[in-house]
């Protein structure tokens, strides 16, 4: 890179109104040309794996909720999964199909959330209002199936806590049918629009080769042509039978570019994508039980005897989740539980994505990657009250210690449940 | 202290402290269609230096806590500070995290809570017409 004299820096954030989140970028610019990019995370970190050791699973699984409001089931899920390898736990066949259905609507109502809010960093606020309007029928059905529009709190460990009624069924299908009818309208108005194509095609490039070695995930990964979906390559609970296939550009007929116009691409042919599997569940979805502990204190009482370590993985609206949770036989709470969010993934992939391009494209590159930092801020350095900067050894050596005083105490913990 | 700006358009910014964004996407869905509170005049604004009401989300984690001060000091008078949620409300689940320093009137002084988890946006609307009805009434007082 040139640096010349008129390279000069531009802070923006943590409070700006570009993200809704708090986060700051510092951007080196040549006149309105982006040099290079800085990122300041870690405003929105809570402490929620610290807390989560003071408290029982089941706190625990409210706690997950509350790392991000758009994931209120990604989240549990994953972590239901992580306990679930860990305590050797069998989930009925109903339940797992229900928790697709739920995370399916999940990723209908955030990536219809992303593609308004695409839409208003474009600066095109009719189509921000057009597709917040449509997503009201999704949150409807949320409503409906679990009686809150946000944070749903559906998934527990061993099932689901609510199931779909013979009643609610004829709903779900209106709402299938009500997407169908509009899909085409959505693609007309994001892909076939000239003025939206011309501010987001061959802008914030990502190419497939920075994808794969920024290990980028989600649509972010998929809109540069990685076919890579969690839901695919490692399928969990029924997606194997499902048969999921991950979307690129190119199931649109585009050779995929990796620009700002493939991520709205993927993400609302992931939309159709999920309208079907809802479809296929609700109609394959086998009868019985939709959770193997109907009881509480029973599953309390159970995952208190409960010793081993899980890994739960999921493919959340952004991408691939990872929760790792250790139990301890005789303690209530997990001794440890570590939660990696997928923007944790694709932060750096800013970094290619802003280079060379111009100032007025900021929000609209920052926001394609649909960023997540409540997910993604799980570290804080506090030292003396006052926040530092950690150097990659010094990082190092903090966690290495970390792992030493969190595995001091414990004695080696045999690997079951499958699937490590 | 005039509020004759209040009767109109009232212009709300909004300060997310490190909320989960439950709440944040709940006072978006009450600005479009559905709910549409920009036919009262209310209306989003990119700035503190526009607007009225302060919409704050989130428990103020350590490092938003003076950017929050930061944001109300910049914001003209007459003001007002709306807490969105459970977790600005009162803490909430966070209550006994090291990195939160919240609730929010700890921070900065409040003029309405809306409680929940997050709050319809219909909680939201009338928690800013709470607000705006209590600044009216303590201008009355003053006169």
């Known amino acids: 890179m040139a640096e010349t004299q008129n390279v000069y820096e531009i802070p923006i954030g943590p409070i700006h109104p570009a993200l809704k989140e708090p986060i700051r970028f510092t951007f080196r610019v040549e006149g309105e040309r982006i040099r290079g990019v800085d990122i300041r995370a870690g405003f929105a970190h809570r402490g929620i794996e610290f807390m989560a050791m003071k408290r029982n699973l089941i706190q625990t699984l409210y706690l997950s909720e509350r ?11 994953t972590i239901t999964l992580a306990v679930e390898r860990a305590a050797g736990i069998e989930v009925p066949p109903r339940a797992q199909y229900l ?3 739920y995370s399916e609507l999940e990723r209908i109502h955030s990536h219809l959330l992303w593609a308004g809010v695409a839409a208003h960093e474009l600066g095109f606020d009719t189509l921000l209002h057009l597709t917040w309007k449509v997503r009201e029928q999704v949150l409807d059905l949320l409503e409906e199936l679990s009686g809150n529009r946000i944070d749903y709190a559906l998934p527990i460990y061993g099932g689901v806590r609510r199931d779909v009624a013979p009643e609610q069924i004829p709903k779900v299908e209106a ?19 000239p003025s939206v194509e011309a501010r987001t095609r061959n802008v914030g490039i990502l190419t497939p ?21 969690v839901r695919q390559d490692r399928p969990y609970l029924v997606y194997g039978e499902l048969g999921v296939k991950a979307i690129t550009p190119r199931d649109y007929g585009l050779e995929p570019r990796g620009d700002v116009y493939d991520k709205a691409v993927v993400r609302l042919l992931e939309v159709a994508q999920s309208l079907d599997l809802i479809e296929t569940c609700l109609y394959e979805m086998p009868e019985g039980e939709i959770t193997s ?6 599953l309390l009482a159970f995952l208190k005897k409960a010793e081993g370590e899980g890994l739960g993985w999921h493919e959340a609206p952004r991408g691939e989740v990872i929760h790792y949770i250790r139990l301890e036989a005789g303690v209530e709470e997990p001794i440890v539980w570590k939660v990696k969010a997928p923007t944790y993934s694709n932060l750096m992939s800013w970094v290619p994505m802003f280079r060379d391009q111009e100032v007025a494209d900021i929000p609209i590159i920052a926001a394609s990657i649909d960023p997540c930092m409540c997910c993604m801020d799980r570290v804080h350095v506090v030292r003396d009250g006052s926040p530092g900067t950690v150097l990659k050894e010094e990082l190092l050596r903090l966690s290495r210690a970390k792992t030493d005083r969190v595995t001091r105490h414990l004695s080696p913990v045999p690997r079951h449940g499958g699937g490590l | 202290m005039g509020l004759s700006s209040f009767k109109r358009a009232l212009w709300v910014f909004h300060v997310a402290t490190g909320s989960c964004n439950g709440c944040d996407i709940e006072i978006v869905a009450a600005l479009t269609p559905r709910y549409d509170v920009e036919r009262f005049g209310i209306k989003l604004v990119g700035t503190p230096r526009h607007a009225d009401v302060l919409l704050v989300t989130g428990p103020v984690t350590r490092p938003m806590a003076e950017r929050l001060k930061r944001v109300y000091d910049q914001t003209p008078e007459p003001k007002a500070v709306v807490v969105v949620g459970g977790c600005g409300s009162t803490s909430g689940v966070f209550y006994d995290s090291y990195n939160v320093v919240g609730p929010v009137d700890k921070i900065v002084p409040v003029a309405a809570y809306v409680p929940g988890c997050p709050p319809r946006p219909e909680a939201i609307i009338h928690g800013v017409v709470t607000a705006v009805a209590k600044l009216e009434q303590l201008a009355g007082e003053k006169r």
């Open chain 1, 99 to 101: 928790r697709v259905i």
């Open chain 1, 293 to 298: 502990f109907p009881k509480i204190p029973a």
């Open chain 1, 209 to 229: 080769k920075e994808a794969d070695s920024l290990c980028a995930v989600g649509p972010t990964a998929r809109a540069s042509g990685l076919s890579k979906d």
């Open chain 1, 67 to 77: 790392i991000c409001g758009i994931c209120s089931i990604s989240h549990p899920i």
């Open chain 1, 175 to 193: 709402m299938v049918r009500y997407y169908r009818g509009l899909l085409d309208e959505l693609l007309d108005a994001f892909l076939r629009d």
